[in-house]
């Protein structure tokens, strides 16, 4: 498409990009090189997506798996008990037989990519009403999904890009029967606890090995990532390869502006609120402690990272840069001008029933996601497939089933404080007359009514769940479980809700998106790249350290770092080093990098994603960012925004002087490590 400007406001370095539209010529500008088709496919065969929040990659021709500690703390904590406890002490596995099988894991390899933008377009004809649009929407999309499942038998989703401007469909490899091989302690791979999330300098073991099988056997898979322990060279290209989560860079004007005043507030009071409700259900005993860990880390992390993007909501230079990107796109739109402004009433008419949107629903823990998934999904299958709730398309009903029949252990007391404190929450934000709440409590206080649910449901018999499912709407209808009947009760209000967010709200946004983005490919071109949707994406940057403060940040730790760091603060909290890293001490290189940062685009979900050099070899593993790349968000942070990454040398290191796996390490082709 023909170009009337010659770039779009990209910085350098700024770029979560899709593999079928890499910037090719920005990296033969900045590196004097660019990666060929042939590297960039491998690449692809060799990410992994961790379907419950995370990226990783094949690092052996055995199926060998490199993640993040914590994206596999979810599968930890369901695989540990009081007895053994795979979170706090680590898990090694010496031998293949000792290879633990995870609950509930699946992993996505994108194995195909096809471009259906004119085929959904022309289910979208001009004129459409908004409601209309997203019936026709959800049909075309649901159709090209089932007849790539029917022809490939790989899972297969409708990706929308650009708010709308293009949509691809991704086909999947899917694999279910996943292993854990090795983790450390969460006090090595979380070194510094809540305190040091989110900053740097880090000193953090934050790895874990998994190892995917199929038919019994450990997968070959098509390409792997060979581990390469002298790490990253300073100022060289490195590339990320992940599966970011999701980002707002594209959102008009008026949509930042209600991100700032209502979303992020409203979103971070929640949060907190239940970062509070999980301390004090954690504070009654070192095995509710336990139970409540995982959920606690998650809020955490959500808490940092929610304050981080407010704060950038209010950054002037970033509001900046968005009113300039909007003037432009306005002034080039013409017959699309309107289209900003429908957006503006979408959000004010949304505003008005915003907390109705939010609150409505039933929330608070896993045993009231089953019941929820349930009630909807008896009701949903009944559909024609292209009717059906996107959730519930038979694209992804496989991956559901995976979740909802899982073997892993649910804790009554965990879940029946988590449902009493979001029922609290519904009661406070919706007031003693709103109907869904009367319907939810029937007649009894949040905390009652909590206790009967939880007490009363056998929802945590994974064959009960199985049995309601496979009884389809009659079994569903005539149970007496009392979970199951607080869900019902609920549905018809989360329904109506969801319906009119849909027509009134999504609707509007992404059929005006639409014009926007037509705007934007006249404008630039496909010289942008659209925002993240926990699909796989390619970014691109340096190893590079910065200035802070008037003080200069070094682009790598080391394990010297890490016992200082220890010593420093007296071994106290979470600088207490584990046993098995204290007593290795005397084995350990002292001088290895541990962690770098480097200036790539990441956000959650990147998290587990290898960090590759020029050659194809892993060099790192991305974990984390600094404080200042909160704001990524909403745009890319620049200046002294850094990922931060696990380093090679020092995930190698660890398993030949700290936990003595030199097993893993030949399997890595690093025995001499």
Known sequence: MKKTSAAPPVLPDEGMW?????????????????????????????????????????????????????????Q???????????????FYARTRAAERPCPDLELNVLISYEDVTRRVRAALPDGMAPAAAAAARRAVTAAIE?????????????????????????????????????????????????????????????????RAFEGGRPVRPAAFLPLHPAGPVEGRPLFVSGHPGGTDRLLTQAQLDFERRVTVPERLALVRGRLEATKAFQARSPEAARRGRDHRFSLENADKALTGEAEGLNEPALLERKAAEERALRAGAR?????????????????????????????????????????????????????????????????????????????????????????????????????????ALAGRSPREAARLAVRGTRLDEPKVRRMLVEGGRRAVESSRDPLILLARRVDPFYRAERKWHEDAVDGVERLEGRRIAEARFKLWGRASYPDATFTLRLSHGRAAGYAWTKT????????????????????RGAYRLPERV???????????????????DIIGGNSGSPVV????????????????????NYGYPGGPGRAVSVHAGGICEALRAIYRMPGLLRELGVSRA
């Open 146 to 210: 089932a007849e790539s499942a029917e022809a490939t038998g790989l899972r297969s989703d409708v990706i929308e890009l650009y708010q709308g401007g293009e949509y691809w469909l991704y086909r999947y490899k899917k694999y279910t029967d996943i292993r854990l091989v090795m983790a450390p302690e969460v006090g090595a791979a979380f070194y510094g606890g809540d305190d040091d999330n989110f900053t740097y300098p880090r000193y953090a073991l934050d790895f874990a090995f998994f």
């Open 613 to 632: 050099d020029r050659a194809g070899r892993c060099v790192g593993l991305i974990f984390d960012g600094n404080v200042q790349s909160l704001t990524a």
């Open 335 to 439: 017959g699309a001008r309107s289209a900003w402004e429908r957006i503006a009433r979408a959000r004010r008419a949304y505003e008005g029933r915003f907390g109705r949107h939010v609150y409505r629903r039933l929330s608070g823990g896993r045993l009231a996601g089953f019941a929820d998934a349930i009630v909807r999904w008896v009701v949903e299958v009944e559909k024609p497939n292209e009717k059906r709730f996107e959730e519930f398309r038979d694209s992804g009903l496989d991956s559901l089933r995976h979740r909802l029949y899982s073997p892993a252990p649910v804790y009554k007391d965990f879940e029946e404080a988590m449902l009493a404190h979001c029922l609290e929450e519904m009661a406070a934000k919706l007031g003693p007359g709103d109907p869904c709440l009367r319907a």
């Open 18 to 74: 899709t593999f079928d539209n890499p910037p090719l010529k920005t990296l033969r500008r900045e590196f004097g090189w660019a990666p060929p088709k042939r590297w960039l496919d491998r690449l692809r065969l060799a990410s992994v997506r961790f379907n419950d929040g995370g990226s990783g990659a094949f690092v052996s021709r055995s199926g060998l798996v490199l993640t993040n500690h914590h994206v596999a703390m979810g």
């Open 582 to 600: 204290r007593a290795a001490k005397g084995r350990i290189r002292l001088e290895t990098p541990l962690d770098f940062v480097s200036t790539n």
């Open 552 to 571: 200069l940040v070094p682009w790598f730790t080391t394990f010297h770092g890490l016992f200082d760091r220890a010593a420093s603060f007296q071994a």
């Open 76 to 90: 930890l904590q369901k695989m540990s008990t009081a007895a053994r406890d795979f979170v706090k002490d680590g």
